[in-house]
């Protein structure tokens, strides 16, 4: 069973930025993809960022132009770097990873104060 373990979150001030890790426990070129998904409280799980096997990034458009999704194959490692931190970009942010089934990390909170 392939485990993936988020870290990086934090309290930060608007304007500001943190990096999130995602660590698996296996080879990152076992997921056809990788993404961050985020979903903040009483609303659904939303995604926030995807990088393909082959290096393709998608982003959702709130987070276009801030949010920069990457991987480390050599550390099994997918980040996601957030920068000009908003309030409303406050969740817990969770880690998937794509094969034929979903593997999903525990979560890290993000909260981003005014």
């Known amino acids: 069973q392939v485990q993936l373990v988020e870290s990086g979150g934090g309290l930060v001030q608007a304007g500001g930025s943190l990096r999130l890790s995602c660590t698996a426990s296996?080879?990152?070129?076992?997921?056809?993809?990788m993404g961050w998904y985020r979903q903040a409280p009483g609303k659904q799980r939303d995604l926030v960022a995807i990088i393909t096997k082959g290096g393709s990034t998608t982003y959702a458009d709130s987070v276009k132009g801030r949010f920069t999704i990457s991987r480390e194959n050599a550390k099994n490692t997918v980040y996601l770097q957030m920068n000009s931190l908003k309030p409303e970009d406050t969740a817990v942010y969770y880690c998937?990873?794509?094969?034929?089934?979903?593997?999903w990390g525990q979560g890290t909170q993000v909260t981003v104060s005014s």
């Open positions: 998937q990873g794509a094969t034929a089934i979903l593997y």
């Open positions: 296996a080879s990152i070129f076992n997921f056809n993809r």
